[in-house]
């Protein structure tokens, strides 16, 4: 008998390693070891990512025992399905996906919140600038943002309803970033958008483009959606932050570190450590970009206080999965202090 329930024992014993095996952690906590992390940016070279870039040419991320993968996708709404895919670890992208996915079921925390606000502007092209001259004339126009779901879209959206427009009364158009962003204004397949710099200083120095809503500083977003609205920002999957909390600590040495360089530094200072083909052809115009855009930046790494509330305020008025579930949306699981406050 013992011989038999020893004999059963056995196979039973290999599946359970064998399973063990499978759910084998993608980073791997030790002190005495780097870890390895990838992270997808919603749009690399865009300015409202500075930090995750510069992190790297800091040398910030070997310095804290981490090895970062950085990875990109035009559009925050295409970085997010591949973390939820589980094909990385993390996104650079707007903390406002991380109440938008709360209210699809799903658990997403912002656990480094690089800016407090968006950092973004809706441009309206220059021959549409005498009649589309504020949200309020958004009906019956064609409107650009990066892709459907992102958060240019969600900003879009927020800015109709606040000005009594109805989403259903304008067309979206996906209308990417950078370059395909800049045909879109010059071919006429857009009226206006939402975008970032450099893109934005591109169209205004060419003259191809105004400003029309400037959410790039506190006082513009606070008249443009009523409160602070945290942008740009590392979120990662709630389980994986819980199992993973000394791999998260570094990455939060890394970033708050580099968060207090961008605030301690000129534009100058800033674009001489970022990779050349940034800038391209035109550095200046390229720290130009980095100058109007780098207040956006938090000096600490914190969730500004009143922001979540600010977030899920525009979010529930235009964005029907999170309208459908707003009593039930817990902000507090949406982001963390807790590792930005141990690496201060």
């Known amino acids: 008998m013992r011989r038999s329930l020893i004999l059963l024992a056995v196979p039973a014993l290999a599946l359970s390693l064998a399973a063990c095996r499978g759910q084998a952690p993608a980073a791997k906590d030790s002190a ?37 993968s950085l990875l990109s996708e035009p559009s925050g709404a295409q970085a997010e399905t591949v973390m939820l895919a ?24 912002s656990v480094v919140q690089f800016a407090d606000v968006p950092g973004e502007a809706e441009m309206v092209a220059a021959d549409k600038a005498a009649t589309l001259t504020s949200a309020k004339d958004f009906t019956g126009r064609k409107l650009g943002v990066t892709s459907p779901g992102s958060s240019t879209d969600f900003l879009t959206r927020g800015l109709a309803v606040r000005n009594g427009v109805d989403p259903s009364k304008y ?64 979120y ?8 993973h909390k000394q791999t998260i600590q570094k990455m939060a ?56 509330k600010t977030v899920l305020d525009v979010l529930k008025a235009s964005n029907e999965a999170v309208k459908a579930k707003a009593d039930k949306i817990d902000l507090k699981r949406t982001f963390t202090t807790e590792f930005v406050k141990a690496a201060h």
Not at 41 to 59: H, M, N, R, S, W
Not at 237 to 243: E, K, S, T
Not at 279 to 297: C, R, T, V, W
Request: with cysteine; hydrophobic share 40%.
């Open 32 to 68: 005495e070891q780097p870890v390895s992390i990838k992270i997808m940016v919603g749009g690399l070279d865009k300015v409202i990512y500075l930090p995750a870039k510069l992190t790297e040419q800091l040398g910030y991320f070997k310095e804290a025992g981490v090895d970062v």
């Open 236 to 243: 990662m999957p709630c389980d994986f932050v819980a199992a």
């Open 171 to 234: 067309t979206t158009v996906k209308a990417g970033a950078g370059s395909t962003f800049l045909a879109a204004i010059d071919n006429g397949g857009i009226d206006a958008g939402m975008t970032t710099d450099p893109t934005i200083a591109k169209l205004t120095n060419t003259g191809k483009a105004k400003v029309l809503v400037d959410m790039r500083t506190k006082e513009g977003t606070r008249a443009a959606l009523g409160g602070l609205y945290p942008g740009s920002s590392l």
């Open 86 to 109: 589980g094909e990385v670890d993390g996104v650079v992208g707007f903390y406002d996906h991380t109440v938008d996915l709360q209210a699809k079921d799903k658990c997403v925390t």
């Open 253 to 308: 040495n890394a970033f708050v570190r580099t968060l207090a360089f961008i605030n301690t530094h000129s534009a100058a200072e800033i674009a001489a450590k970022m990779p050349t083909d940034f800038a391209g052809s035109e550095p200046k115009l390229y720290e130009q970009a980095i100058n109007d855009s780098k207040g956006m930046f938090t000096a600490d790494g914190l969730m500004p206080a009143d922001g979540p």
